[in-house]
């Protein structure tokens, strides 16, 4: 009988049947100082935080310009794993990669694959990845893309990567001209924010981080928008406890979006935490990665709330505040990419507003500001009010 029911069903008419699966992500995010001394046990107990009996296969990646400036690096990685190998032990020596953006290919996955597969990686390997936002990217996307996932501890060693690039959910390189083209949301099994490595960043780099603190102020928070003015000259004269503060900060608000936000993986239109993004994305093409990320930002910043102020959202005041203070801290605004004009005079840079439509799938959804702290989604760019806020951008000393 309950055979003859099953076959009536499958000749009947068509059914359609709607599924809901709830999966929930938890990663752990800590703020240490040197997180390879033997002695710290953060790095021990983020690996070991759900199974604390199991002896774990461990292989680490590491951005070959931080293991040079900090020599002392791969000894201690060393050390760190052998010291514990009662619960930690290497699958395969630890290996340096190459950082920036020339290194976020699909050569290098490849490669990444590769040494996995050799190491006999499987689902419950730890995969470190230790420096820039670049070598995170892409050391994550490989690790998610193998056995379908593995887990990836990150240890940052920039500013951009411990305040926004290392502590959020996106994996991914550069493929056919496009900035991140390629990869996919998986979060982290943990993120160790260790403020020690980045003691030898270069000024430039230290300072382009700061870009998406300030980022993250505008849209989310007017107070400490108002301290990264207070905290400028500490900020730039390379003031450790204050960037500590900024990053700590940064970071909170930024993964606050992502858990609270209603849409973690952008299956939606909108991007807040894209702020500055449309232009900036365009720029770093445009100069062929000249502009770091947080330089592009930076200037993103400015011509979006030139626009805002331009069409009557923004006050002059607010502009004129951000605008002072990514000056004050060491961003040029004017950069000699913004006068580059496409084949029928019009200003390359306009290109980057249809590049971010097409990644939204065909609605521009950009972030504005209306005020400070507080960001508002706006459907539609006047191009003629663009174009006369980037003649502005331009005209700044």
């Known amino acids: 009988m ?3 029911r099953i076959l009536s069903a499958a000749q009947g008419s068509a059914a359609t049947q709607d599924h809901c699966i709830q999966v929930q992500f938890d990663y ?11 002695c710290n046990p953060v790095l021990l107990n983020a690996i070991r935080r759900r199974e604390p009996q199991r002896q774990h296969g461990v292989l680490a990646f590491v951005d070959e310009e931080l293991a040079r400036h900090q020599p002392q690096l791969m000894p201690q990685l060393q050390d760190y794993v052998g010291t514990h190998r009662q619960h930690l032990r290497w699958l395969a020596p630890p290996q340096t990669l190459p950082g920036g953006e020339s ?7 490849g490669y990444l694959h590769q040494q996995l597969n050799q190491a006999g ?7 470190l990845a230790i420096g820039g936002g670049a070598v995170l990217d892409t050391v994550g996307y490989a690790a998610a893309t193998f056995h379908r996932g593995l887990r990836i501890v990150r240890l940052p060693s920039t500013v951009l990567a411990q305040n926004d690039a290392g502590i959020g959910v996106k994996n991914g390189v550069n493929a056919f001209g496009q900035k991140n083209l390629l990869g996919c949301f998986a979060p982290p099994f943990a993120v160790i924010n260790d403020c020690d490595l980045l003691r030898t960043l270069s000024p430039r780099d230290w300072r382009a981080g700061m870009a998406e603190a300030v980022k993250v102020a505008c849209i989310r928070d007017s107070h400490f928008f108002d301290w990264i003015e207070q905290h400028s000259s500490e900020l730039l004269d390379r003031n450790h406890p204050a960037m500590q503060t900024l990053i700590q900060r940064c970071a909170e608000l930024h993964l606050a979006q992502i858990r609270d936000g209603g849409d973690p993986f ?9 702020y500055g993004h449309w232009s900036a994305h365009q720029l770093e093409l445009q100069s062929n990665h000249r502009l770091r990320h947080g330089e592009a930002v930076a200037i993103g910043m400015a011509l979006d709330a030139l626009y805002a102020h331009t069409i009557g959202l923004l006050e002059s005041d607010a502009c004129q505040r951000l605008l002072q203070l990514l000056q004050r801290l060491g961003f040029t605004l004017n950069d000699p990419v913004l006068g580059q004009c496409d084949e029928q005079g019009q200003p390359a840079l306009l290109a980057g507003l249809e590049a971010f439509r097409q990644h939204l799938g065909g609605q521009l959804c950009v972030t504005l500001l209306p005020r400070l ?10 191009l003629d009010a663009l174009r006369q806020a980037l003649q502005q951008l331009q005209g700044l000393d």
């Open 121 to 127: 990686a499987d689902r419950h390997s730890v995969v």
């Open 373 to 382: 702290g507080e960001g508002v989604e706006v459907n539609e760019m006047d």
């Open 28 to 38: 752990r995010l800590s703020f240490t100082r040197h997180a390879l001394a033997v």
């Open 2 to 4: 309950e055979q003859h």
């Open 266 to 274: 952008e299956l939606g239109s909108a991007r807040p935490l894209d």
């Open 103 to 109: 290194g976020k290919t699909e050569a290098m996955v």
